[in-house]
């Protein structure tokens, strides 16, 4: 349960960040009010504040050394989404850089 509580938040921000992608897509250049009008951007928000209020519950319940290096993941799941979803190319040293990262994720996890 406290793996679940930890990477759930985590889970919600990667997904926003491919909706939020996905919305700035549709809006193309940059435009502070179409980007906030948008409903794709607009529900890629709503995804990063269901983190944050998720993130605040882990807060009062882990400690922050052991919980924050676990946000690393969100890098290997959003490169992962962004490949598989957004078909964007991913280069061999960026999958090994995300291996590393792995690595540390499970590492910290261990030391639970």
Same mark, same amino acid.
């Given at each position: 349960m406290r793996f679940i509580l930890i990477f759930v938040p985590i889970i919600l921000?990667?997904? =926003?960040?491919?909706?939020l992608k996905t919305g700035m897509n549709q809006v193309g250049n940059f435009n502070l009010i179409k980007?906030? /009008?948008? @409903?794709t951007v607009l529900v890629g928000l709503a995804f990063y504040g269901a983190s944050l209020i998720l993130w605040m519950m882990v807060l009062t319940r882990e400690n922050l050394s052991f919980a924050y290096p676990l946000v690393a993941f969100s890098y #290997?799941? /959003? #490169? /992962? $989404?962004?490949?598989? #979803?957004l078909h964007e190319p991913v @280069? /061999?040293?960026?999958? $090994? =850089?995300l291996a590393v990262i792995v690595v540390g994720i499970l590492l910290v996890a261990k030391s639970a």
């Open positions: 921000a990667a997904i =926003g960040q491919l909706i980007s906030f /009008t948008n @409903p #290997v799941l /959003t #490169v /992962t $989404l962004s490949k598989f #979803v @280069p /061999t040293l960026r999958w $090994l =850089g």
